[in-house]
């Protein structure tokens, strides 16, 4: 049997560790997972308490219109209902668009390090990937990428805040992407963190929208949301550029579980401004940290903090794990001497910086 050629270079996503799976290996009592950027304060009571008795019928196949969801987000962001596309996860969405926008022959630009699952999908489609390095602080070289870009350029990637770097782009910054980028080259903005982003500083990406054909902006109820385990993320852009893409979504692909719960978190806003104060505090805390012992980070809009060191980023990984501390080590994510921690609740926060400067210092 064969795979397509370019399946046989490439490698299946690489998670980070499990929980279980370290408990295990090093005899721990308590984990602390602090890898995949996941809300360390679970997600609303409301899903809690509401979704058990939402969840009926589940013979029949979800409503692949996924209409509740569709209408509260339509309100909550004031566009129209069909600006909407749902994933099984944003992840999925970017699958979506690259289905719906690559092929042999065309490329596609963005920098890196960022999210992975952009090249993966884009390499699968057949494009060429023109990956541009973000420059000193993490930020996106946004002059070279539209360099970069030429006739064959199908969709340009912008990830803000950026993972792994937790960067946000500024305001000009993206205005002068959408201005100088050509009007027939998709411009994806990746905001998977928007919720942790400063108000003052965050792009008016719906508006952005609103006023340009070639944009599409992602969003998801993973993180901030804390629905990570139930996949759905979301686009919204120019209605033309949605049923453009809608014949590359499978017809049933978020679930009947995963819409129902999605509605409900929406509708308590009191829990995401708790997660994202919380987790405001507790990153504030984390850098002055860092600034304290001497150890460099990323400016982060997100809700994790990538952090260089004086040591291999594996190193610091194991010796966290020893302790009951899952992080990303930097090795892995193409960032040498670095790790990348998500913000997890204070508890915990004054534990990890602990065993940093135990491993430090
Ligand atoms: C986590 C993440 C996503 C994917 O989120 P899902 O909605 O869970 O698929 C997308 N983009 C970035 C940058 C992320 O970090």
Redesign the pocket.
């Known amino acids: 049997m064969k795979t397509k050629t370019v399946l046989t270079k490439m490698n299946p996503y690489k998670p980070g560790k499990q929980i279980e799976e370290v408990k295990k290996e090093y005899n721990l009592e308590r984990i602390v997972k602090l890898a995949?950027?996941e809300n360390p304060f679970g997600f609303s009571g409301e899903v809690r308490s509401k979704l058990p008795e939402a969840i009926d019928q589940l013979e029949y196949y979800p409503d692949g219109y996924a209409r509740e969801i569709r209408e509260e987000l339509a309100s909550f962001y004031d566009v129209d209902e069909k600006q909407l596309i749902f994933?099984n996860?944003?992840?999925?969405v970017?699958q979506i668009l690259c289905r719906a926008f690559l092929e042999e022959g065309s490329n596609t630009v963005m920098a890196t390090p960022?999210?992975p699952?952009y090249k993966h999908n884009a390499l699968i489609e057949g494009a060429e990937v023109r990956e541009v390095p973000l420059t000193q602080g993490g930020h996106h070289d946004i002059e070279t990428m539209l360099q970069t870009v030429d006739e064959k350029t199908r969709i340009l990637w912008l990830?803000s805040p950026?993972?792994p770097t937790g960067v946000l782009m500024d305001k000009k910054t993206i205005d002068r992407v959408i201005e100088v980028c050509p009007d027939d080259v998709l411009i994806v903005m990746?905001e998977?963190?928007y919720e942790y982003a400063d108000e003052s500083r965050r792009y008016p990406s719906v508006e952005a929208v609103q006023n340009h054909k070639n944009v599409v902006v992602?969003r998801?109820?993973?993180?901030a949301y804390g629905l990570?385990g139930l996949?759905?993320?979301y686009g919204i852009a120019d209605e033309a550029l949605i049923s453009a893409m809608e014949p590359a979504r499978e017809p049933f692909n978020t679930s009947v579980i995963a819409q129902k719960a999605a509605v409900l978190a929406l509708q308590d806003q009191s829990f995401l401004h708790r997660t994202v104060e919380e987790t405001k505090k507790n990153k504030q805390d984390f850098m002055e940290f860092c600034e304290e012992i001497g150890i460099g980070y990323d400016q982060s809009e997100a809700n994790f903090v990538l952090v260089h060191l004086p040591i291999s980023g594996d190193d610091m990984f194991e010796f966290l794990l020893t302790k009951g501390f899952i992080v990303r080590s930097g090795e892995a994510l193409g960032l040498p001497n670095s790790i990348r921690l998500t913000i997890g609740s204070e508890e915990d926060m004054n534990e990890i910086k602990e065993y940093m400067r135990e491993k430090l210092t």
């Not at 996860?89 to 999925?92: A, I, L, Q, T, W």
């Open positions: 995949s950027n994933g996860g944003s992840d999925e970017v960022t999210f699952q990830c950026n993972n990746d998977a963190y992602l998801t109820f993973s993180k990570a996949r759905i993320g």
